[in-house]
T-cell receptor, first 111, second 116 residues
């Protein structure tokens, strides 16, 4: 079952902040975050391997709460280049080595 | 340049005509996988491979086959394509530390397949 991301879509002005959430009904062992621009392949942003571990990438950071089976992506002082669709990815899953992606969040940054 | 190469980028075919989408990576990655992306459904895993000769089903394997005879190559085979396999397909690879894909995926550029 796919992790559920919220919100489904968000529109920001340059300089504003945003939070994207990823929630799973199953235990999360690791969480990846990716950004996909229109017509392109997803690009890896960061991975969180331990509960509570926070990672950063430019002005983008993330947190991982194992107990709540959630991860959040924080975009600070957004730039036009942040526009795209963000996906969380989780795995391994269900005693297999599947890696599954969340439902996606479309983010658009306006000038 | 480290990369995952998929071919072709675009393909239009007819129902029932066997086709193969190739995927090759030059990073010595153990883990390789195929995903399809459809509007509103996100990325869904078709098959994955932990290493040479080790493959397993993802969440949507019906109608697809894969093989992993060499570490660098992981072709996706559609024996008898149908219109519901019209989609955007991505191949991806990653280093693996135990069960974790500790360095995330590198994706290919994608193959847009239309089955008429």
């Amino acid at each position: 079952q796919q992790p559920v991301q919220s919100p489904q879509a968000v529109i920001l002005r340059e300089g504003e902040d945003a939070v994207i959430n990823c929630s799973s009904s199953k235990a999360l062992y690791s969480v990846h975050w990716y950004r996909q621009k229109h017509g392109e392949a997803p690009v890896f942003l960061m991975i969180l391997l331990k509960g509570g571990e926070q990672k950063g990438h430019e002005k983008i950071s993330a947190s991982f709460n194992e107990k709540k089976q959630q991860s959040s992506l924080y975009l600070t002082a957004s730039q036009l280049s942040y526009s795209g669709t963000y996906f969380c990815g989780t795995g391994p899953s269900e005693g297999t080595y599947k890696y599954i992606f969340g439902t996606g969040t479309r983010l658009k940054v306006l000038a | 340049e480290a990369q995952v190469t998929q071919n072709p980028r675009y393909l239009i075919t007819v129902t029932g005509k066997k086709l193969t989408v190739t995927c090759s990576q030059n990073m010595n990655h153990e883990y390789m996988s195929w995903y399809r992306q459809d509007p509103g459904l996100g990325l869904r895993q078709i098959y994955y491979s932990m290493n040479v000769e080790v493959t397993d089903k993802g969440d949507v394997p019906e109608g697809y086959k894969v093989s992993r005879k060499e570490k660098r190559n992981f072709p996706l085979i559609l024996e008898s394509p149908s219109p519901n396999q019209t989609s955007l397909y991505f191949c991806a690879s990653s280093l693996r530390q135990g069960a974790e894909l500790s360095y995330g995926y590198t994706f290919g550029s994608g193959t847009r397949l239309t089955v008429v």
